[in-house]
């Protein structure tokens, strides 16, 4: 594991993002706390996970999905 040797304990101990799509248990719904947009299919916030931007990248990288991280700056 060199990425965990070359992290600090800080690091290691931080708690990943958790978005309300990720606690909601039942059926999909518009989530007005997060400012999504009840009339369509346009939503304010994109996946926060990226799946289709990292399919997208992994076909035309010829990588897998799993080896792609998203950030922004």
């Known amino acids: 594991m060199i990425l965990i040797s070359l992290s600090g304990k800080i690091v290691i101990k931080l708690i990943p993002y958790s978005s309300a799509r990720d606690d909601f ?40 999905e799993e080896q792609i991280f998203l950030g922004k700056r």
């Open 25 to 64: 248990k039942g059926k999909t719904g518009i989530f007005m706390d997060a400012n999504e947009n009840p009339y369509g299919t346009m939503n304010r916030y994109p996946d926060p996970y990226q799946i289709e931007l990292k399919a997208g990248i992994s076909k035309i990288k010829g990588i897998k």
